[in-house]
């Protein structure tokens, strides 16, 4: 359950018992109007470092997306990884459009195959959680504000915590091959 929904159950759960300690401080929560905003971010690691963490302002489509490999994706890859290394990304429509698929094939970038609604064996949905674990109890009052909590908590996460995800990958991938393709603990 959500932070937020969290909270708002402890108050409906007050609010239906008329407990007394419903007005004590450590019951009330503090709300952002109208939601406070969203962030969308893109982001990228590898075995040796954290990549950038790109906010995505609108939608994402294949031109946006094109436009993150290009000028934040691929200047990394460059800097960081060299000229051998393997790009994965999800089966979002987006990410294999033929518009994305000839980016990648005129730049030479491999890709690793990937099987389509497969969250448990990919790398980045759990970096995402760990993500949402740094954040767990920070607030931000305006879409800005977030994006630079959420920028700060990406830099901060150890190698280590990589490290541990990106090795425990053989194991995923077994677990999901012993269950024939249904749902594993990861």
């Not at 939601?35 to 950038?52: E, K, L, N, Y």
């Not at 939608?59 to 490999?69: K, S």
């Not at 518009?99 to 609604?117: G, I, K």
């Not at 700060?152 to 393709?181: E, N, Y």
Request: hydrophobic fraction near 35%.
């Amino acid at each position: 359950m959500s932070r937020c929904h969290r909270e708002g159950l402890l108050e409906d759960v007050c609010k239906l018992l008329d407990c007394t300690d419903s007005y004590a401080p450590q019951y009330h929560c503090r709300t952002v109007k109208h939601g406070g905003g969203s962030v969308m971010v893109w982001g990228c690691f590898s075995d040796t470092s954290m990549g950038p963490l790109k906010r995505i302002v609108g939608t994402m489509d294949r031109y946006v997306y094109e436009d993150i490999l290009k000028n934040t994706m691929q200047p990394w890859a460059r800097t960081n990884l060299g000229r051998s290394w393997v790009f994965q990304q999800d089966n979002d429509p987006k990410h294999t459009s033929g518009h994305v698929a000839n980016w990648f094939r005129r730049r030479r970038v491999d890709l690793l195959e990937w099987p389509s609604q497969s969250p448990d064996l990919n790398p980045i949905e759990h970096m995402w959680e760990e993500l949402e674990r740094c954040l767990n109890r920070v607030r931000a009052f305006n879409a800005n504000q977030k994006f630079a909590q959420l920028e700060a908590a990406w830099k901060s996460i150890p190698m280590t915590v990589v490290k541990t995800l990106l090795d425990s990958m053989p194991r995923r991938c077994q677990a999901v091959i012993d269950a024939k393709g249904s749902p594993t603990k990861y």
